[in-house]
């Protein structure tokens, strides 16, 4: 690009003001522009590194080594007193046999119970303090196992003597799902007055079932 400048004119007077020359001068100055060219050395640069990293990524790949997957290991077996701990990942055994609490005898059923008890009757700490989702975690683990335990002991009770347990197990889990919804309501008079029912009703399964 080209660029023109022009001076100023000048105008020259004599001093006896008989002479005036005047005069234009113009003066160019050419601007060569360099226009952007991409460096040979930077083009050979680069396909030199797709070369390099195609041979290299090709390498890796020729020497991958495949890695063998087996078979899961055999199951391993449960602690003394359970059934196979591995129950629950062993497919050839039916869904309703794979997830379940671990069957226990009668007496050990009964010696469960007796924790079971203990944990029900511990929650009166949290209602005390309102802490009610700590109050339906308890209630609710400890009612699994109990349901769970109290079955096996009336299953080995004689005949005559199942229907009357059975329908005090039944209470029992009357009063702790009525403690369970005064917690889910956040009512502490309704949870005052219901574990007080449960823990009466527990002591008459104790004395019964254990």
Request: proline fraction near 7%.
């Amino acid at each position: 690009m080209a660029q023109a400048m022009a001076s100023m004119t000048s105008f020259n007077v004599c001093s006896n003001g008989n002479k005036v020359n005047s005069g234009t001068r113009f003066i160019v100055r050419a601007h060569n522009v360099v226009e952007p060219q991409t460096s040979r050395r930077g083009v050979i640069g680069l396909v030199a590194t797709t070369l390099v990293t195609g041979s290299f990524v090709q390498a890796v790949l020729a020497d991958a080594i495949p890695i063998k997957v087996g078979p899961p290991p055999p199951p391993s077996g449960g602690l003394p007193g359970t059934l196979n701990s591995d129950e629950a990942r062993d497919l050839d055994l039916p869904l309703k046999q794979r997830f379940f609490i671990q069957p226990l005898t009668p007496n050990e059923a009964a010696q469960r119970t007796k924790e079971s008890a203990k944990e029900i009757v511990a929650v009166k700490k949290f209602i005390e303090k309102k802490a009610w989702p700590f109050v339906q975690n308890d209630l609710r683990l400890r009612a699994e196992y109990l349901r769970y335990d109290l079955n096996t002991i009336i299953s080995s009770k004689p005949k005559e003597e199942k229907q009357s347990l059975k329908e005090l197990a039944g209470k029992l889990f009357q009063d702790i799902n009525n403690l369970d919804y005064a917690a889910k309501v956040k009512s502490s008079p309704e949870a005052e007055k219901y574990y007080a029912e449960t823990v009466s009703t527990l002591n008459d399964v104790l004395a019964k079932f254990v």
